[in-house]
């Protein structure tokens, strides 16, 4: 049988830290969910990956910066792209309701298609 999982199901009632759960790990490819819930980046902090990242908010509404760059905010149905080496915070996720997100990490050699 495949595995599978429910993006939506199994979300703690209580979020004291961001829930990290990786989905899929292959060479040059890891693809995670994360869920908020009014968590934010540090205060000065910056993620700053060695890999390219894309993520798709699937619930919920948060704001991204990138260095330099005014604020993004995010909805359900957002997709970005991250290019490795772009210095990126999250500003804020909605307290109210868990923010879902799905995180696609690949290396180089893939490119997407926007």
Same mark, same amino acid.
């Given at each position: 049988?495949?595995?599978? @999982?429910?993006?939506?199901? !199994?979300?703690? *009632? ?11 790990? *292959?060479?040059?490819? $890891? ?5 908020? $819930?009014?968590?934010?980046? /540090? ?6 990956? !060695?890999?390219? !990242? ?7 509404? +948060? =704001? &991204?910066?990138?260095?330099? !760059? /005014? /604020?993004?905010? &995010?909805?359900?149905? *957002?997709?970005?792209? @991250?290019? +490795? =080496?772009? =210095? ?6 909605? /307290? ?11 290396? *180089?050699?893939? +490119?997407?298609?926007?």
């Amino acid at each position: 049988m495949a595995d599978w @999982i429910n993006l939506f199901s !199994e979300i703690p *009632a209580d979020l004291s830290e961001e829930l990290f759960q990786t989905l899929l790990n *292959a060479p040059g490819l $890891r693809i995670e969910r994360i869920v908020s $819930r009014g968590h934010v980046s /540090p205060e000065g902090f910056w993620y700053d990956q !060695e890999t390219h !990242e894309s993520v798709l908010l699937l619930s919920g509404a +948060a =704001r &991204l910066t990138f260095e330099g !760059e /005014p /604020p993004i905010d &995010l909805v359900p149905g *957002a997709f970005v792209n @991250i290019p +490795a =080496r772009q =210095r990126h915070r999250v500003d804020w996720t909605d /307290p109210t309701q868990p923010t879902v997100w799905l995180a696609i990490h690949y290396g *180089a050699g893939v +490119a997407p298609k926007l």
